[in-house]
């Protein structure tokens, strides 16, 4: 019943920057946390960030303090993550996640995620 779908990968090199979106449409009204996981190969999905859509309340991982910033957009239903000074051990599979549930202990837990973007590719080279 939501809909998520990532844009704005690419092939960066290291020390540049790049921008995610995550449009949601459907029963956006029912989204009360996204965030962003990403997954390189042979590794498993990891939290990257998460934002609550009411308050805006943020949570990173540590891997990527200081250097991401997710954001978002009320009115275009749309979800950021604004990344900087990235490293080659930045790429991955970066995937939107989205959650209706009211409440949820730990944000940083993929399973606690309703639903799933296809994913976009971010490949950092230096």
């Known amino acids: 019943q939501v809909q998520l779908e990532e844009s704005g990968g690419g092939l960066v090199q290291a020390g540049g920057s790049l921008r995610l979106s995550c449009a949601a449409s459907?029963?956006?009204?029912?989204?009360?946390?996204m965030g962003w996981f990403r997954q390189a190969p042979g590794k498993e999905r990891d939290f990257v960030a998460r934002?609550?859509?009411?308050?805006?309340?943020?949570l990173y991982a540590d891997s990527v303090k200081g250097r991401f910033t997710i954001s978002k957009d009320n009115a275009e239903n749309t979800m950021y993550l604004q990344m900087n000074s990235l490293k080659p051990e930045d790429t991955a599979v970066y995937y939107c996640?989205?959650?209706?549930?009211?409440?949820?202990?730990?944000?940083?837990?993929?399973?606690?995620?309703?639903?799933w973007g296809q994913g976009i590719q971010v490949t950092v080279d230096s």
């Open positions: 996640a989205a959650s209706s549930r009211g409440s949820i202990r730990d944000t940083t837990d993929q399973y606690n995620y309703d639903y």
């Open positions: 934002i609550t859509w009411s308050s805006s309340s943020t």
């Open positions: 459907g029963r956006t009204f029912s989204t009360y946390l």
